[in-house]
Each structure stands twice: as C-alpha cells, then as structure tokens.
Nanobody
Framework: QVVLVESGGGLVQAGDSLRLSCTASGRAFSILNMAWFRRAPGKEREFVSA??????????LYGDSVKDRFIISRDDAKNTLYLQMNNLKPEDTAVYYCAGTSGGLISSDWYTLPNSYTYWGQGTQLTISS
C-alpha cells in the first residue's frame, strides 16, 4: 500500500509560478511510475504530466495544455514528486492529484490514463486569479 500526500496548492495570480509536492510512504517510491492529474470544476479529470521510474529511464510526458510551462521531477531519496508550474493561467485552476503505479508499458499513452494508476492522493486545490 502506498499513501500519497500532495501539498503546495493555494491562490496565486496569473503569470505566477508555484511548485506542488507529493510525498509517498508505504512502499519504495523509486519503483513507482508517477503522474499528476487535475480536475477543474465541471470537467473530467485531465492528464497533466508523468514521469517514469528512474530504472525505466525517468522519461517525462506532458499534456498539451501545460507543455512548455510545467516541469515534473522526482527525488527518490526524499520519496517526493514535484510539479513546477510556471506562467500560470486561470484555466489551470483545478484540484491537482498525484498518482502512482508499479505497473508500466512501453506505450506513452498508457501513462496518460487515470485507470493506469493504482495509488492516488487526496488532491490539493490550486486557484489562479486573473
């Protein structure tokens, strides 16, 4: 069992930067493929970014809406996943969730699907004012 706890959300202005963190406990973080998803009010859960486990190359993926603005990273020594968010926009307002899985496939698309992930955090609210 893995417990994921997000932190770092809040209220910021458009154009600001913010970093979310997700700390894992209960299982070796380093073997997990990790991701960030978000859910805006009235919308479906959206893939934000994913990072493969380091033994799998540690490659990263981004959703089109955050590409070139967000950066995902992980620190296996600290059991922590990060999401650096730059040039935030009002449309980034959402609850952000981190997710993890010990599974994995070669297909990049697999990592963008919520059903691929076993472990989920409780979410952290991020609100961007214009």
């Amino acid at each position: 069992q893995v417990v994921l706890v997000e932190s770092g959300g809040g209220l910021v202005q458009a154009g600001d930067s913010l970093r979310l963190s997700c700390t894992a406990s209960g299982r070796a973080f380093s073997i997990l493929n990790m991701a960030w998803f978000r859910r805006a009010p009235g919308k479906e859960r959206e893939f934000v970014s994913a990072i493969r486990r380091s033994s799998g190359g540690g490659s990263v993926l981004y959703g089109d809406s955050v590409k070139d603005r967000f950066i995902i990273s992980r620190d296996d020594a600290k059991n922590t996943l990060y999401l650096q968010m730059n040039n935030l926009k009002p449309e980034d307002t959402a609850v952000y969730y981190c997710a993890g899985t010990s599974g994995g496939l070669i297909s990049s698309d697999w990592y963008t699907l919520p059903n691929s992930y076993t472990y989920w955090g409780q979410g952290t609210q991020l609100t961007i004012s214009s």
